[in-house]
């Protein structure tokens, strides 16, 4: 039974493979089909994923396993959270704009809060660089300052872009393609990765073609 299971695996997810592939020849029902497997599949993963590792957890293993106000005080994300499901029904869809307002507002405090700690202060930390004599290493380091100066200057619109203001911001400009340049071709060679994942699979696990 085992054997078989696998056996009937692979060639469904052969099948899969080379429906969601043939996009590359037209839209068909093939392609129709697997992204609607794929988008449902990962409805209900999620779906499972939230309700046993979020909701269970956080509210109801905490409310059974709590005592005193931390115990009630509990429901208050968990009355949000199905007052927010009102949005399903037209004439009690105002009500979820109280919880999603709240999410809203809590998501953005916390993000601005993250992003400043994790993101702005290291980058200033990592900008200010020592230049220690002529080496490989200080010359690295004033390639980071100059393009991290010109950068900024490049999206200073404060004032108009002429004179030693509009040389900076096109040397900015250089690295603001550079960047660019170096971000589309690692989100190319990650998709080339999957892309050969797939191809191997389809050739070795599935026509045993190569070893």
Known sequence: MGSLGTIIG??????????????????????????HIYVGVSAGYWLIYVAFFDVKPMLIDTFV??????KWIILIPGALGIIMLSRWFPKTAWVS??????????GAGLGITANIQGYVVPQ???????????N???????????????TLLYFYFSKPHRGVLGGAAKVGIVFIMISFGASFGYTLMA?????????????????????
């Open 10 to 35: 692979t060639w469904l997810a052969g099948f899969l493979t080379l429906a969601i592939l043939s996009f590359l020849y037209k839209d068909n029902p093939f392609y129709k089909l697997a992204e």
């Open 65 to 70: 396993s709590e005592t005193g106000a931390e």
């Open 97 to 106: 704009r109280w919880p999603i307002a709240f999410t809203v507002g809590v």
């Open 124 to 134: 200033v930390q990592a900008t200010l660089l020592p230049m220690n004599g002529w």
């Open 136 to 150: 490989l290493v200080s010359l690295n380091n004033l390639i980071l300052v100059v393009g991290v100066v010109t």
């Open 191 to 211: 998709r080339i990765s999957l892309l050969i994942g797939r191809l191997h699979f389809l050739l070795h696990d599935l026509l045993h073609v190569i070893r």
